[in-house]
């Protein structure tokens, strides 16, 4: 959720917004052809609302900490033994070819996760790799065309990825095609626009909306935002920057029927490099971020009125997280930063039932700039990041 090189978010940039176009439609895996005559891509972000995941997910339930059983027999005597349940807990999976952070993660249709892009400190990687959950291992796979940062990467209903955008040492208009089956990355039709810390979502007819980024105009140019899909396939664009020190409460709906944009209720905290997250009952929760300080307040968007009402307070302010959404409903938020120098290892679940947030197993190693990924089979994966000193190699297990 947040241009330079360095470590430190996006944010500082002064450079200035960009405007919005989409993609009409989706290659088929043998052409490389552009994906329309209009472009803007995207995908939903790093930011975006997560997919909803399967029902074997390790989180079907948030553990009760203590269970209490009282054990008796025809004597007099009675004792009363505790059990603890076993918390969910991180455990490390191999390690990533490169350390990098400010990359993209993508699902791919055979279950492995495709890390691309990003930096390492030292150079705009062009590097990509795949990550097999059955094995824990990863690979290495076919190199971008171009090294790239702050981009958005969408997985296509043709099984393709969609890179797009981003920056390196000059803002982007280029999008790649990554092939699975051959592990080749092929350009494809460029942008209209320069642009990075952008989003992009999957619309229902396979066409694919790039919003906003730094170098736009929606109602409000913004960057370092976030795109939720509604249940009616609308997207709901929340927050952002516009400016070093402009900070947004407004918000907007991309009718993908009509191509247009209209303003919706603004949320009741200005906010950017929030996380967004559709929930089951097709709400959509925005959490934390920053405005002229970091945040642990969290709002609920109703599609049904258009407005916005608080939730409960997140433990710990934070911005550049991530949120995945399990099986369950729950929310989980992970990492982020509390401040430019200090990278969280905390991590917390959202019950949309109670509207409560509760504190759940650190990190192995605390990140920001990081990505999370819920597997097939119910485990988040974390990858890369920043914590602060080094940019991170390691990746781990929820």
């Known amino acids: 959720m947040t241009s330079t090189s360095s470590s430190t978010s996006s944010l500082s940039s002064t450079s200035s917004l960009s405007s919005t176009s989409s993609l009409s439609s989706t290659p088929s895996l043998s052409s ?93 990687l062009t590097s990509a790799e795949l990550y097999n959950p059955l094995t824990g291992t990863w690979t290495t796979t076919g190199n971008m065309n171009a090294g790239r940062q702050y981009h ?33 990355w092929t350009y494809t039709g460029s942008m209209n626009f320069v642009r ?7 619309l229902a007819n396979g066409s694919v909306l790039v919003a906003g980024g730094y170098n736009g105009s929606l109602n409000a140019a913004r960057a370092v935002h976030t795109a939720s899909t509604l249940v009616n396939g609308s997207i709901l664009v929340a927050g952002g920057q516009n400016s070093v020190s402009a900070y947004l409460d407004s918000v907007e709906l991309y009718n993908p029927t009509t191509g247009t944009w209209t303003i919706t209720g603004s949320m009741n905290v200005e906010r950017y490099g929030h996380a967004a997250s559709t929930l089951t009952n097709g709400s959509v929760l925005v959490a934390s971020g920053q405005n002229n300080g970091y945040l642990t307040s969290a709002e609920l968007y109703n599609p049904s009125t258009g407005n916005w009402t608080t939730t409960g307070n997140m433990n710990v302010s934070r911005q550049l997280h ?54 097939p089979n119910g485990k988040v994966l974390v990858t890369g990041g920043y914590n602060g000193v080094s940019y991170l190699i390691s990746a781990e297990l929820y």
């Open 152 to 184: 958005t990467a969408t997985t296509l209903a043709n099984g393709l990825v969609l890179v797009a955008g981003g920056q390196n040492n000059g803002y982007l208009t280029s999008a790649e095609l990554y092939n699975p089956l051959t592990g080749i």
């Open 32 to 124: 490389t052809s552009s994906l329309s005559s209009t472009s803007s891509l995207s995908s939903t972000s790093s930011l975006s609302s997560t997919p909803s995941l399967s029902s074997t997910s390790s989180l079907s339930s948030t553990p009760s900490l203590s269970s209490t059983s009282s054990l008796s027999s025809t004597s007099s005597l009675s004792s009363t033994s505790s059990t603890t349940a076993e918390l969910p807990k991180w455990t490390a999976t191999g390690s990533l070819n490169d350390a990098r952070h400010l990359h993209t993660a993508s699902t791919l249709a055979n279950g492995s996760v495709l890390i691309a892009g990003g930096w390492n400190g030292v150079i705009y």
């Open 196 to 202: 990075y810390s952008h989003t992009a979502s999957m």
């Open 322 to 375: 991530t949120a995945s959404t399990f099986a369950n409903g729950f929310i989980l938020v992970v990492g982020g930063q509390s401040s430019v120098s200090n990278s969280l290892s905390s991590v917390e679940l959202y019950n949309p039932s109670t509207g409560t947030w509760t504190t759940t197993a650190n990190l192995i190693n605390a990140r920001r700039c990081h990505t999370a990924t819920v597997l």
